[in-house]
C-alpha cells in the first residue's frame, strides 16, 4: 500500500520532468510507467518517502538516457492521439522552449532540465547521471549556450 501512496503522490512531478526530457506527453508516461516499475522492485530497500523520490528521479533520468542512447523502444503507436494541452497562459512559448530543449543533447537536455527545471544542485545532478560535478557545470553552460543561440534574443526559434 506504501508504493501506490508514493506513486500517486510522485506521478505529476515526475512525468512533468519526463515531458521536458523527451518532449512528448505518451513517451513521458512510458518513462514514469518505466521508472515506477524499476522503483517497486527496489521498494523494500527504499521505504522512505525522501529517499524513494530521490532514487526515482536518477531513475527516471538514467532511463531516458538509456532509450536514447538505444534510439528506440521498437513500440509502434496502434493509434495517433492527439496530445492533451495543458491549461496555460503561454503555449507558444512553452512550445518554443520544448523545440528548443529537443536541439541539445541527451545529456545536456538532463543536466539543464534538473538543473533549472527541477532546481536541483550541481552534486545532486552529477549523482543522477553519473558525471563530474565539473562536467556537469560544463554541460549546463554549453546546453543553457546553446539555448540562447537557438532561441536568440527575442524567444523565438531560429
Known sequence: MEFEEFARTEW??????AFW?????????DL??????????RWWTL?????????????LTRTWIDWQRKGSAGELPAEDFADQLLD???????????????????IQRAVVVLRYWEDMPVDEVARIVNRKPATVRSDATRGLAALRETLGEKGTVR
Request: overall charge positive; proline content about 2%.
Open 12 to 17: 505529476a512531478a515526475l512525468r512533468r520532468t
Open 21 to 29: 526530457l523527451c518532449g512528448d506527453w505518451h513517451t513521458a508516461e
Open 32 to 41: 514514469v510507467q518505466a521508472t515506477f516499475i524499476k522503483v517497486y522492485v
Open 47 to 59: 521505504r522512505r518517502a525522501a529517499r524513494a523520490s530521490a532514487f526515482a528521479r536518477t531513475t
Open 88 to 106: 496555460d497562459t503561454d503555449i507558444a512559448l512553452r512550445q518554443t522552449l520544448l523545440t528548443a530543449l529537443q536541439s541539445l543533447p541527451a
